[in-house]
């Protein structure tokens, strides 16, 4: 809408600023352009101001709508290093869980093997005894 409202600056600057004459035969008893063109001058002022205020306008509108943006996108920042953080303490859970399973696990191979060691001990200090008939 800017654009629009400069293009039309320009095309009242070019009427305003055109050298064409206009012989007063041709117009009759309506001699209105040399104060149309006139008039035309102060326009491109006018339409100038009206071209800022709407600039300014555009620019707090931009800023009521970038301000909640601006909030979300922190706010989606933050659940995004919440997220990491959770995953990462997750995981460190995870982990201890593995490595306790992993403890007992090796425990209680270590107290079978142990019972097969002492079994296999006992065993072998066994005389074999031979039953006779």
Same mark, same amino acid.
């Given at each position: $809408? ?5 293009? &039309?600056?320009? %095309? ?9 004459? &206009?012989?007063? +035969? ?6 209105? +352009? ?10 491109? %002022? ?11 306008? *555009? ?8 301000? #909640?943006?601006?909030?979300? %996108?922190?706010?989606? =920042? ?5 997220? =990491? ?17 992993? @403890?007992?696990? *090796?425990? $209680?191979?270590? @107290? ?11 065993? =072998?200090?066994? #005389? ?6």
């Amino acid at each position: $809408m800017i654009l629009e409202v400069r293009l &039309i600056d320009d %095309v009242f600057r070019t009427l305003a600023s055109d050298p064409t004459t &206009i012989d007063r +035969w041709s117009t009759g008893l309506n001699d209105y +352009w040399p104060k149309i063109q006139v008039g035309l001058t102060d326009l491109p %002022v006018e339409i100038n101001a009206l071209s800022e205020r709407m600039n300014e306008q *555009c620019k707090r509108s931009d800023e009521v709508i970038s301000d #909640p943006l601006d909030m979300l %996108v922190e706010l989606l =920042q933050g659940y995004k290093v919440e997220k =990491q953080r959770n995953f990462f303490i997750y995981n460190q859970f995870l982990f201890r869980i593995y490595v306790n399973d992993l @403890k007992k696990h *090796c425990k $209680m191979n270590k @107290k079978l093997f142990k019972k097969l060691i002492i079994n296999k001990d006992v065993q =072998q200090q066994q #005389p074999l005894i031979h039953h006779q008939k």
